[in-house]
């Protein structure tokens, strides 16, 4: 007696490599891409001969490397602090502008909390000064 071949199973692997490209190009396609929207904030060009505030108009913010808070030259131990001190020359003067100027060294959160905690107490003249690269 004869043994019955089995018939041997063969997965065709040709069009593997095919097959795989137009998945990747559906996924790529349909796939939605976000973009970060990060702070709503728009940065003007440093501008050439731009008008100087007088001093009585400017509040200027310091934060150093080491987190440390200087307001007007004077140092202050918390972001409530200095709250208190801008919004007392807020009701002094309506034309005050807050300039806000970080070290390259700070973390980026420190300037932040500053920042939201200008605007949660009703400031809408916030500044980022610029540093002039060299």
Not at 3 to 15: F, G, H, N, T
Not at 26 to 44: A, H, Q, R, S, Y
Not at 114 to 124: A, H, L, T, Y
Request: hydrophobic share 40%.
């Amino acid at each position: 007696m004869r043994k019955a071949r089995k018939a041997e199973v063969d997965i065709p692997d040709s069009s593997m490599a095919d097959i795989a490209f137009l998945l990747l190009i559906f996924f790529m396609v349909t796939t939605g891409f976000f973009n970060d929207k990060g702070l709503p904030i728009l940065l003007p060009e440093e501008a050439s001969g731009a008008k100087k505030l007088p001093k009585k108009n400017l509040c200027k913010i310091f934060i150093n490397g080491r987190g440390e808070y200087y307001v007007d030259d004077q140092r202050k131990e918390s972001v409530s602090n200095i709250a208190e001190y801008v919004e007392q020359r807020m009701k002094n003067n309506s034309k005050l502008v807050v300039v806000i100027k970080t070290d390259v060294n700070a973390k980026y959160n420190w300037m932040i909390s500053v920042f939201d905690k200008m605007r949660e107490i009703g400031m809408k003249k916030i500044s980022f000064q610029v540093n002039k690269k060299e």
